[in-house]
């Protein structure tokens, strides 16, 4: 990780301001508008600007995670940190390993998110984020979209400053499958029992080691089981059922775990008062004797909660971007009915 000095932001020089957008092909035969990078002498004016020469930006990213390998970098099959990386690349004209790229959690294969977080590092300014906003947005497949981009400050990092983090797991609870909602929720035809469900996903809260709801996971980082969880909630609305998870931090598939326990309970195979026990129990094979994964397509990242100190903006940084809001404009509203006047 790049070490980074007190971030201010100096007025645009003169070519910044008066600069005239480029274009990028979509591959559609459209283009977007895409600030270009600064050149040589502002890249080096940018340097001077930081201790370390590095700006930090802040994303919010939604994304359908259907078609998708999860959200960690590899380059086939898709990811949606590859896709957004590509995007990066081509607007900023830096590689990834300048980038930086790094995401508030590593959703699996198939799981969606509204909320997902993300930092990445230029050694220039932006001094309008609009511009950027869009060409990013323009290159991405229609599955991805930032939300938002903001300058973050130089302390703050996606995944480890996190504070919490929501998720939304969705049950279709009819006996008949509603066709739209065939990729964004769990279809469970037997009538479950929400009031049950309620009632055991209370025992989740708190303080606990949640081994027995980890899988197992394949790489260098050792990762504590005791997490903290704020609330669960199980939410009726008609046949959707909305099960609203919050916590300091989640092991590997935890939240898909716990869910299926709770279908379990729902389908009353099981009593509210199984949860405490299988945590006792800290070890995934008796979790595994009682329930199986839930799937992931009914599992949402929601939000990344930070301290509000962890989010003000850099001395001088640009507005957030939330994306443009286009008009139509008096003679475009004006051009048609003169159309059907004259035919």
């Not at 089981?225 to 909305?242: C, H, N, S, T, Y």
Request: net charge positive; proline share 8%.
């Amino acid at each position: 990780m790049l070490g980074l000095g007190t971030l201010r932001f100096a007025s645009p020089p003169p070519r910044a301001a008066a600069a005239t957008a480029g274009d990028i092909s979509l591959g559609n035969g459209d283009h977007c508008a895409v600030p270009p990078p600064p050149e040589d002498g502002d890249v080096d004016k940018a340097r001077t600007e930081t201790t370390k020469g590095s700006y930090r930006w802040r994303m919010v990213i939604a994304y359908d995670g259907t078609k998708f390998k999860g959200w960690q970098y590899q380059p086939s099959p898709p990811t949606i940190q590859c896709s957004i990386e590509n995007a990066l690349t081509c607007v900023t004209k830096l590689n990834r390993k300048e980038l930086c790229l790094v995401g508030a959690g590593r959703t699996d294969t198939g799981v969606h998110a509204w909320g997902q977080v993300a930092h990445f590092t230029t050694p220039f300014p932006y001094y309008c984020l609009d511009n950027i906003h869009s060409a990013i947005n323009g290159l991405l497949p229609h599955e991805i979209r930032v939300r938002e981009i903001s300058a973050a400050r130089p302390e703050f990092h996606a995944r480890t400053s996190t504070k919490s983090k929501i998720y939304h797991y969705k049950i279709y609870n009819g006996a008949v499958m509603d066709p739209f909602h065939n990729l964004y929720a769990y279809h469970c035809a037997h009538k479950l029992n929400s009031q049950a469900m309620q009632e055991a996903a209370k025992h989740f809260v708190g303080i606990h080691d949640y081994t027995s709801f980890a899988n197992a996971v394949h790489n260098d980082r050792v990762r504590s089981p005791i997490k903290k969880i704020v609330r669960f909630d199980v939410i009726e609305m008609g046949a959707l059922l909305q099960l609203e998870v919050e916590g300091t931090g989640f092991l590997y598939r935890q939240v898909r775990n716990m869910v299926a326990l709770l279908l379990q309970v729902g389908r009353e195979a099981l009593p509210p008062d199984i949860v405490p026990k299988i945590i006792a129990a800290k070890d995934r094979r008796e979790l595994a004797k009682v329930a199986l994964l839930a799937p992931p397509h009914g599992l949402y990242l929601m939000s990344v909660n930070y301290d509000k100190e962890m989010l003000k903006p850099p001395e001088g940084a640009p507005p957030i971007s939330f994306g443009r809001t286009h008009q139509i404009s008096r003679l475009e509203m004006w051009y048609p009915s003169f159309l059907s006047f004259a035919y």
